[in-house]
């Protein structure tokens, strides 16, 4: 059944792109914070340790809601390590850096993020998709709380 939901084929297939990109980025920043959670040492291991658990938490659950505005857009959602490989801007850790450094990688991660999402909510304004600028408004505000968090850390 043809999709009429009032945005324009050409807008749905580029916003579609652009959120398929934060997907990728979301999900490699999961993986990374998982890695981080598990492998964290140091004086800062308690704090750090539950702070990683609650932000791989909620990357976890802002997966589901971008995989499925993409589908609501009616484009298939990326959902394989190859293609999250390829779209993503961020690159996996596959050493274990030290605490300073873990801290580090997630706040570039989420900046990384929230430009991702600042580039949706440019396109979803322009194509007139209002529910995919609300969720890349409310993935900004996460990004940028969570990068503003970790950095705090570091001064």
Not at 28 to 35: E, G, I, P, S, V
Not at 112 to 133: I, L, Y
């Amino acid at each position: 059944m043809k999709i009429d939901i009032g945005i324009a084929a050409k807008d749905r297939k580029q916003i579609a792109g652009g959120l398929s990109l934060l997907l990728a980025d979301t999900y490699t920043l999961y993986l990374k914070t998982h890695n981080f959670h598990w492998n964290v040492t140091g004086p800062m291991f308690n704090a750090l340790h539950a702070m990683f658990m609650t932000q791989y938490n909620e990357l976890w659950l802002s997966l589901d809601e971008i995989a499925e505005r993409i589908r609501a857009l009616d484009h298939p959602a990326p959902g394989s390590g190859a293609q999250y490989a390829k779209l993503s801007s961020i690159k996996e850790e596959t050493g274990v850096p030290d605490w300073k450094a873990m801290v580090q990688q997630l706040v570039s991660g989420h900046e990384t993020c929230a430009r991702t999402a600042r580039n949706v909510f440019r396109h979803s304004e322009a194509g007139n998709d209002q529910p995919t600028a609300d969720l890349a408004t409310t993935r900004m505000q996460a990004h940028e709380k969570s990068a503003w968090m970790l950095r705090s850390l570091l001064q």
